[in-house]
Nanobody, 120 residues
Framework: QVQLVESGGGLVQPGGSLNLSCAAS????????MSWYRQVPGKERELVAF????????NYADSVKGRFIISRDNAKNTVYLQMNSLKPEDTAVYYC?????????????WGQGTQVTVSS
């Protein structure tokens, strides 16, 4: 059973930092790319950052480039999102995501989300 469990969210002041973690289980973690998304009420979920299976390539939304860093530890089956210089507009629920390719097609998996609030 595939599980993605996020942690590390919370309340932080503007300019502060948070480090999110996503612990994965139930699949061969090192074989799959991972992503972080975020969503605010009334808006579509948006891609924040992406990392390939071995961590050799990453991509970021323009809004977080230079401030957020995605990384992974395949020995710990965990993907991270280091968020620096946080802004109020970064406030959202952050979700971990992966897409597994099976014999019957691709299946998308999400974690339960972790709330990040940036406010003074």
């Amino acid at each position: 059973q595939v599980q993605l469990v996020e942690s590390g969210g919370g309340l932080v002041q503007p300019g502060g930092s948070l480090n999110l973690s996503c612990a994965a289980s139930g699949f061969t973690f090192s074989s799959y790319a991972m992503s972080w998304y975020r969503q605010v009420p009334g808006k579509e979920r948006e891609l924040v950052a992406f990392i390939t299976n071995a961590g050799g390539s990453t991509n970021y939304a323009d809004s977080v480039k230079g401030r957020f860093i995605i990384s992974r530890d395949n020995a710990k089956n965990t993907v991270y999102l280091q968020m620096n210089s946080l802004k109020p507009e970064d406030t959202a629920v952050y979700y971990c995501n992966t897409v597994l390719h099976t014999l019957v097609g691709a299946r998308v998996y999400w974690g339960q989300g972790t709330q990040v609030t940036v406010s003074s």
